[in-house]
Nanobody, 116 residues
């Protein structure tokens, strides 16, 4: 079955970097849309970034453009989110998702806290 397992969250100071990983199993990720949402306390869930299934091009929310980079390693069936120049407003639970055959699948989420 489809499974997504995230790792790489943690506590980082403003201006710092983190790399999130999402290891996928049960499907081959280069054929499907895969990406990241985040949700901060008291806020709505926000789509952060994804790799489109149509042409493999990346999408970024305006709030992270120029700071975050999404990539995938097909050999490892893993997608990454490199987050640079982190800000306190990036603090949230980050969840990996995949859209496989018209169904959405989610990882368990990983906490990212940006604070001095």
């Amino acid at each position: 079955q489809v499974q997504l397992v995230e790792s790489g969250g943690g506590l980082v100071q403003p201006g710092g970097s983190l790399r999130l990983s999402c290891a996928a199993s049960g499907f081959t990720l280069d054929y499907y849309a895969i990406g990241w949402f985040r949700q901060a306390p008291g806020k709505e869930r926000e789509g952060v970034s994804c790799i489109r299934s149509t042409d493999g091009s990346p999408y970024y929310a305006d709030s992270v453009k120029g700071r975050f980079t999404i990539s995938r390693d097909n050999a490892k069936n893993t997608v990454y989110l490199q987050m640079n120049s982190l800000r306190p407003e990036d603090t949230a639970v980050y969840s990996c998702y995949a859209e496989v055959n018209d169904s959405w699948y989610w990882g368990q989420g990983t906490q990212v806290t940006v604070s001095s």
